[in-house]
């Protein structure tokens, strides 16, 4: 069974997507927007004072077009 996501501080998952190897390009408001070259559409993490939840990571991986265990993976790191 697949590890479930555990709801993450924003910064952790900023950390996560610098790894696989986004770069943030520019926030409006409180939403930071992240580019990768010949990635197709950009990656916008919601950066506010709370947990982000599981739901909205899940959404973030699957943009990102990773796998949940790679995100994970990158997350221990």
Do not use: C, W
Not at 8 to 18: A, C, E, F, G, T
Not at 36 to 58: F, L, Q, S, W, Y
Request: charged share 25%; aromatic share 4%; net charge positive.
């Amino acid at each position: 069974m697949a590890e479930r996501l555990p709801s993450l501080r924003p910064q952790q998952v900023l950390r996560v997507l610098h790894h696989a190897g986004f770069a943030i390009h520019h926030q409006t408001g409180s939403h930071v927007i992240l580019y990768k070259e010949g990635h197709p559409r950009p990656i916008t993490v919601p950066r506010h004072n709370r947990d982000t939840k599981r739901g909205i990571v899940a959404g973030i991986i699957a943009d990102a077009g990773l796998s949940r265990e790679e995100f994970l993976e990158l997350l221990r790191e």
